[in-house]
């Protein structure tokens, strides 16, 4: 049954997904920090509130993924912001998140270089993604 995107519900099945992936668990190995997602407001979109999501990822575990304020993304090691149809575009895998950094689509706070090494956990967190059934608030 779909979710909602970037709801509770969708947080607790990401999660699931990013520590059932083998390949995550070994291209995370090492990764110590939080990474915030902020997703912008577009009303136009139905997506009238901005979210946050908050991600306690460490060496290969998701160990928390929470659906919170932009504000509360801001607080982690790596926040990305972009709006919410950008997000959209990374979620179906139209948009690389990395080539989005690199191309400033997704905004970086934090260590590039550092995400760049860690850039096939990133990819296969958006796998993750994928797995996860949506309901788009802009396709209802």
Known sequence: MAVTAFSDEWAKEFKDEVNKSPVYKTAAKG?????????????????PESKGIV??????EAREITVGTAADAQKCDFVLTAPYSRWKEVATKQLDATKGMLQGKLKLKGDLPTIVRYTKASQEMTECTTRVPVEWPDEK
């Open 55 to 60: 991600m306690d990822l460490f060496d290969g």
């Open 31 to 47: 990764w110590k920090w939080t990474v915030g997602l902020v997703v912008e407001a577009e009303p136009d979109k139905h997506f």
